[in-house]
């Protein structure tokens, strides 16, 4: 009993924050991918647990939880199972990697199972474990990554190709999401978040490329105040010189997202611009290039 699946990751968040006290984010799903294959062993007594990733171990911890509570979840108490990771997704940058984990593990255990399961408790089970991402559904969603109260499809994203900004500062999600100080900044950035949050959705129903580019500006600028990256701004006037659609952040990671129409690619000045601005800073960092993947996570 043998399943395997994928996941993509999250360049950032298009939106995050808090309104009315309900917090929010809006996902942005990328062809970057967590794949992990399951092996369903039936009375062993063993579990084996391995984990190969091009950016880290991988967190197979989290991955090994979500597939126990999953195979609970369908009687299956007295299986045990061998898990195998491989990762194309940066860690601690803010870009999903644990909730990519997560959901192709609960895909592939399920497959292996001959189970169908629905995104809605792949979310269930992340959110019970972490605050989660929104990537185990198709296309764009806005999902409440704590609690789960919100669930709401946007659509699919225009083409684009993504450009992270990689630097080497890792933030821890679950710490970043304990601060103390988080729900008063958040309720202080509120006006401007329920700004981006409605360009947003202007955005998918004109599909406005360029007002979702501005929607992802604003949300990262009204963030600075709770997780400060001093190259920002540069970053942001920089790409919109060198004819970007727009940048994003990671709201609880070190990540910059830039993004470009899918037929267009910067010119050398982007880059030789981008190296003045981290040397700057004094930032060790690296670009990644990826594209908008709306297909979601799929089973192998």
């Known amino acids: 009993m043998v399943g395997e699946a994928r996941c993509p990751a999250s360049c950032g968040e298009i939106v995050q924050g808090a309104i009315g006290g ?3 984010l809006i996902t ?27 950016d880290g171990a991988g967190d197979w911890q989290k991955a090994r ?22 990762s194309q997704i940066p860690v601690g940058k803010g870009l999903s990697s644990s909730t990519a984990d997560i959901t192709a593990a609960c895909l592939a255990a399920a497959r292996a199972l001959a189970k169908s399961i629905s995104p809605d408790l792949i ?10 991402d929104g990537v185990m559904y ?38 970043f999401n304990s601060r103390r100080d988080l729900e008063e900044l958040n309720r202080k950035k509120e006006n401007m978040v329920e700004e981006a949050l409605y360009m947003t959705r202007e955005a998918f129903r004109k599909k406005d490329i360029g007002l979702l580019g501005r929607a992802m500006i604003k949300s990262a600028i009204a963030h600075q105040e709770i997780l400060y990256k001093p190259h920002l701004e540069h970053i942001i006037n920089l790409s919109l010189k060198c004819g970007a659609v727009g940048v994003n952040v990671a709201h609880s990671g070190s990540a910059v997202g830039v993004f470009f129409e899918k037929g267009r690619t910067p010119e050398s000045s982007f880059f ?8 700057g800073f004094g930032k060790e960092y690296r670009v990644i290039k990826t594209a908008i993947d709306n297909s979601g996570p799929r089973i192998l």
Request: a negative charge; hydrophobic letters at 40%; glycine letters at 6%.
């Open 138 to 175: 198709r296309g764009s969603v806005i999902f409440d990554h704590l609690h789960g109260t919100w669930r709401e499809s946007l659509g699919e994203l225009p083409d684009m190709n993504v450009y992270i900004i990689d630097p080497e500062e890792v933030v821890d999600t679950e710490s």
């Open 22 to 24: 309900r917090n929010f």
């Open 272 to 279: 030789e611009g981008l190296r003045r601005i981290m040397v």
């Open 123 to 132: 979310a269930d089970i992340a959110l019970s474990i972490e605050p989660s």
């Open 65 to 86: 939880e979500a597939i126990r509570k999953l195979l609970d979840y369908f009687g299956f108490h007295e299986l045990d199972f061998d898990i195998r990771i491989v």
């Open 28 to 54: 942005c799903p990328i062809s970057l991918y967590s794949t992990v294959r399951v092996e369903l062993i039936r009375g062993s007594g063993e579990k084996k647990h391995t984990a190969n990733s091009t």
